[in-house]
């Protein structure tokens, strides 16, 4: 399943955050969309997963999800957004309980992501006894088991220091090579964008407009910490980015 | 060393932080009590403090003796216990009811919020004839005003408590297209769960007041009605047995609601 987005503009009151985007999120790609603070990047990943409205242009789903897809549109947030009174078992049982499924299904699916996000041994802790890697890898997990065509991901890996960010960007790859998966990929650390991203899409400060798309052909696995050609697109990226950014930190907020 | 012959001077840095951190001290506050009373004791005793000012303690405690030895204790309490079960049980479930119902609806909350303000200052036990007239003078006008007491603080505590509960975990619940009862089941009403126990603390000391006004205003057996004959007697001792009989239902309610809560929300750092 592909997405489509066409001719989205979006404001809040007078405000304008995103103008005229059009982009096209291809099947098993992973697409990330940096931007300087305030562009509109979250704005953006909330109109495609349907949390929000655009006020013109639509959001197109281009042909059907699998069949065993429960949720084809699955965010992940910064934040984690995990029940803090259920366990990491029962968090991932949680979006699953809605759905037409038998228990031993449940059980099952519970038990496969978390082989998949090496989280088995702690099935039966409680979110303020995990780590805040562990806990994005449990809701990752939790993303992995409604079997979505899109992963919406929103900024996944900032509320991480840089090691657990390294570690997750490592387990994110591994999981993507073992079995493909789509993903919009929001991010303001281009490093991140330069190691997850098929493609890299630059939005302008606001209101948000596709200034670039950067394609990277280098296959997921094979980049790593510090690789220079990664390194070289990354301060391409910046200096598209670098005066935008500092407009952006020297104006008042606008909320 | 070489460092303090080339400075000539070392001193050791003072310590400037700690404080400012609540650390439970568990003896201390029955050390308050015990003091307080045998300071009652002694000037009772010698004289200072005349009997009319105030009863002996030990004194009080042989008339909690003879109540209990009499039976006449249970007399008093079962009915009093009833009274308060019924009518704190009562005015919770509804209000825990209406505030969810606020919290959750919009509409239900334009219209109730004020009427809530309204009837939340009325002194309840001003109200007490008012029952009296629409349930009789029997139990029914009791449970009543206990249960209104109870209700408007739980309103308030629950729709604040579901107010409160984190906004993104509900647009987590509705990014994996969970349905809007599950997500009220599964995440609003565990979330305002802390809120709406706090809450019922307050609820509960108060149901324990409103318990006491509704017995003293026409009831043959029960707390109130022993403190007000004792009152109404001038006997000191019997008036204090029966106000430290309220005082233990206080502080064993507020345990047990921390032992609820203790379980309830083991979840919580």
Request: hydrophobic fraction near 50%; proline fraction near 5%.
């Amino acid at each position: 399943m592909d997405i489509r987005l066409s001719g989205i503009s979006h404001s809040y009151g007078d405000f304008e955050v995103l103008r005229n985007i059009s982009l096209d999120i291809p099947s098993g790609k992973i697409v990330c969309i940096v931007g300087p603070t305030g562009c509109g990047k979250s704005t953006l990943l909330r109109l495609i997963g349907g949390l929000e409205a655009p006020n013109k242009g639509s959001v197109l789903q281009l042909g059907v999800p699998a069949d065993d897809c429960l949720n084809p549109l699955t965010y992940v947030f910064q934040d984690f957004a995990l029940l803090p009174w259920r366990s990491v078992a029962g968090n991932i049982s949680l979006v699953l309980e809605d759905h037409d499924l038998s228990r031993a299904d449940i059980k099952n699916t519970i038990s496969d992501v978390l082989a998949r996000t090496k989280l088995t041994d702690f099935a039966r802790a409680l979110p303020k006894q995990l780590s805040g890697g562990m806990k994005q890898r449990v809701a990752i997990a939790r993303a992995l088991a409604v079997k979505p065509a899109v992963m919406l991901m929103d900024e996944p890996l900032s509320a991480l220091d840089s090691q657990t960010r390294e570690l997750l960007m490592d387990d994110l790859v591994a999981l993507w090579t073992r079995q493909p998966f789509s993903a919009v990929y929001v991010t303001h650390n281009l490093d991140e964008a330069v190691r997850m991203g098929h493609s890299i899409v630059v939005l302008s400060r606001c209101p948000g407009e596709i200034r670039e798309v950067v394609h990277l052909e280098k296959p997921l696995d094979e980049r790593s910490y510090g690789d220079s050609d990664l390194q070289f697109r990354q301060k391409y990226l910046w200096n598209l980015m670098r005066e935008e950014a500092q407009a952006a930190d020297s104006e008042l907020i606008n909320v | 060393m070489s460092d303090t012959e080339e400075t000539g001077i070392a001193r050791q840095v003072a310590f400037r932080g700690g404080g400012f951190a609540p650390t439970p001290y568990r003896w201390i506050g029955l050390a308050v009590f015990v003091v307080l009373v045998s300071l009652a004791e002694i000037g009772t005793r010698s004289g200072f403090i005349s009997p009319l000012t105030l009863p002996k303690p030990s004194d009080v405690l042989l008339t909690f003796g003879e109540l209990y030895d009499s039976g006449l204790l249970w007399t008093h309490l079962a009915p009093s216990l009833t009274r308060l079960a019924v009518g704190a049980a009562l005015g919770a479930t509804l209000g825990i009811g209406v505030g969810v119902l606020i919290g959750l609806f919009s509409y239900i909350r334009a219209g109730m919020v004020p009427l809530i303000a309204a009837i939340f200052p009325i002194p309840k036990i001003a109200l007490l004839p008012l029952f009296v007239i629409w349930f009789g003078i029997d139990e029914a006008s009791k449970y009543a005003l206990i249960a209104f007491g109870t209700f408007t603080p739980t309103v308030v505590a629950t729709y604040g408590a579901v107010d409160n509960v984190d906004r993104t975990l509900i647009r987590m619940g509705q990014s994996f297209g969970m349905s809007w009862k599950s997500i009220v089941r599964k995440i609003i009403l565990p979330g305002a769960m802390p809120g709406i126990l706090s809450g019922l603390r307050i609820s509960l000391a108060i149901a324990i007041i409103l318990l006491v006004a509704a017995e003293m205003l026409g009831a043959e057996h029960g707390i109130g009605a022993y403190i007000l004959e004792a009152g109404a007697l001038y006997n000191l001792e019997r008036l204090f047995a029966g106000v430290v009989i309220l005082s233990l239902l206080g502080v064993l309610l507020s345990t047990a609601i921390g032992a609820i809560e203790r379980y309830v929300l083991r979840w919580r750092t």
